[in-house]
């Protein structure tokens, strides 16, 4: 059981990296001018003006709808 259970603990963990991965690609694709860092799994948007943006633009509140 217990291999069981670090087999889908490792699974949810690359799940996450690579949900992480294409939601920063996709965001640099989607706003180039702003600063994306991806760790393993946050994702760090970073840019001059971005709490006015976020704000006037929703695609940078609602960012996971860039995974579909």
């Known amino acids: 059981m ?3 259970e670090a ?3 490792a699974r949810g963990e690359r799940a996450a990296a690579d949900a992480a991965s294409r939601l920063g690609e996709d965001v640099r694709e ?3 001018e702003l600063t994306v860092d991806v760790e393993p799994e946050p994702v760090v948007v970073r840019g001059a003006g971005l709490g006015r943006r976020m704000l ?5 509140r609602w ?6």
């Open 63 to 68: 960012l996971g709808g860039l995974l579909r």
């Open 7 to 9: 087999r889908a603990r």
């Open 56 to 60: 006037a633009e929703p695609g940078l």
């Open 30 to 32: 989607a706003f180039p």
């Open 2 to 4: 217990e291999r069981l």
